[in-house]
């Protein structure tokens, strides 16, 4: 069979993207990512691949979120040793964030092993420092629109996605010439920091995602929402804990603290961004690119930076991101996970989540099965570290900030396509969003949808 493709994660679920396109007998994996979300979901990780690492002949990355190259340093230490391509931008993230995923992988293992909270005797990590440098050696980088050679005849290329720093649909031509686009994530549109999403008019096949495919972001004005917590935090003395990813979601957070310094609105409270993955993405956003706006591109030019204010402090030392948990408010805390499935928030959540003065703020996505969730959910009591924990710190959250396009933002984007793709595929979301959003392309555009589960083939 000439050209295929599997869907082996991120298949009726929103985490651990991972596509298998074979051409001509040649198997190109489109991301590796980490499962996410329920222990259902993270015990996926765990499992033997749906193929083998050995045979793999490229790998192709869309961005450098967690649950699109979270598992690479896991393909890695299976036996892969080709290629993997990605853009400068998600080059230079992986360069952060997969070693930072190795360390917190045995940081945690290692906890759970000293103190006996793990159902394992001897809790190992899935993979380590050592196995991200070995996968970091493999990335190659490619620029935005140059086309590049691929296993079996066929090409492909990067087109700015606007999702993060070096997002990007994968357009992969094959050898009959025909093509299909993988979508990765989608960006939104009129957002600062990054351009808009680059519209596609063609592709003979389709493959989206669908996070947001069943709603519509909140469309108030995020600056002045930040403004109000942080005005009555300073009031309250309160402590605002912001899980946030370390990739794009702190430095749109920090883009806006930025703009109430400008305008004098900043309390005079610490911002400490507790993430030394963080920092370290932060000083990647301020190299110019091709896919950063206009404006930021100007800024980055005459020297200014818009991600810093005399109230932001980077915190590296675990020593002092330890003595926030007894230190006084008001002060804002940003660190990762977004999702509150592991690194340093966890523990100032639970040193702070039980004081009714406490603000939690989440700035993006929570998936299902998460701890992110469950405080979103109004659950009573949270597990941290092995102990029920009542909740009564305050609960906000901020859905404009949300680097997924929601089915308003999908629905313009795929509105750019000239004809029909001849099949789209859905996947990167639950159920529910992706049934919507196949209800939506079905009435409005009339093209034939597919929603994969997970291991399903299909002949392009």
């Given amino acids: 069979m000439p050209q295929s493709i599997a869907f082996h994660g991120a298949a009726q679920t929103v985490t651990g993207s991972k596509h298998l396109i074979t051409a001509n007998g040649k198997k190109i994996l489109v991301d590796c990512g980490l499962f996410q979300g329920s222990r259902e979901l993270r015990e996926r990780n765990w499992q033997p691949f749906g193929f083998d690492p050995r045979l793999l002949d490229a790998v192709v990355l869309t961005h450098a979120h967690t649950d ?30 997969l070693p930072d995923g190795g360390r917190l992988q045995e940081e945690e293992a290692g906890y759970h092993s000293r103190h006996h909270t793990s159902r394992h005797p001897h809790p190992l990590p899935l993979y380590t420092e050592a196995d991200a440098y070995e996968a970091l050696k493999l990335i190659q980088p490619v620029h935005f629109y140059d086309f590049h050679d691929l296993p079996g005849g066929a090409t492909f290329r990067y087109i700015p996605a606007g999702h993060i720093l070096g997002s990007a649909f994968v357009e992969v031509y094959f050898d009959n010439g025909e093509r299909i686009l993988m979508g990765g994530d989608l960006g939104r ?83 400490y961004v507790d993430s030394p993955m963080a920092t370290a ?81 989440f700035t993006g996505y929570q998936a299902e099965g998460t701890l992110g969730r469950s405080l979103l959910d109004g659950e009573p009591t949270v597990r941290l570290f092995g102990h029920e924990i009542e909740v009564r710190a305050q609960v906000e959250r901020l859905d404009m900030l949300s680097a997924h396009a929601d089915y308003q933002e999908m629905m313009r984007w795929l509105s750019n396509f000239k004809s029909a793709p001849r099949k789209t595929f859905i996947v990167h979301g639950e159920p529910p969003a992706q049934a919507a959003l196949q209800a939506r392309i079905k009435a409005e555009l009339g093209w034939e949808t597919e929603v994969p589960s997970q291991g399903q083939f299909f002949a392009l």
């Avoid at 190259?69 to 992986?94: F, S």
């Avoid at 947001?212 to 917590?229: N, P, Q, V």
């Avoid at 806006?256 to 900043?266: P, Q, S, T, V, W």
């Fill in 189 to 271: 549109y009129d957002r600062p920091i990054l351009r808009d999403p680059v519209p596609v008019e063609y592709a003979e096949h389709l493959v989206i995602e669908s996070t947001y495919g069943d709603r519509l972001h909140e469309r108030g004005d995020a600056k002045e929402k930040i403004a109000g917590i942080l005005s009555r935090a300073y009031e309250d003395r309160s402590v605002v804990l912001v899980p946030s990813f370390a990739i794009g979601r702190t430095q749109e957070m920090l883009w806006y603290f930025n703009e109430l310094d400008k305008e004098g609105r900043l309390p005079d409270m610490p911002v």
């Fill in 68 to 97: 699109h190259i979270g598992l690479l340093p896991k393909l890695v230490k299976e036996g892969y040793r080709g290629p993997v391509y990605a853009t400068k931008g998600t080059q230079g993230l992986c360069k952060v964030s």
């Fill in 281 to 361: 993405t932060t000083l990647l956003y301020m190299e110019p690119g091709d896919d950063l706006d206009d404006e930021l591109k100007v800024d980055l030019t005459e020297g200014s930076s818009p991600f810093r204010s005399d109230m932001v402090k980077f915190i590296r030392d675990r020593n002092m991101s330890k003595q926030l948990n007894n230190a006084p408010g008001p002060f804002v805390v940003i660190s990762g996970s977004g999702m509150l499935t592991g690194g340093r928030i966890t523990h100032h959540l639970q040193a702070h989540v039980s004081d009714p003065s406490t603000i939690v703020l």
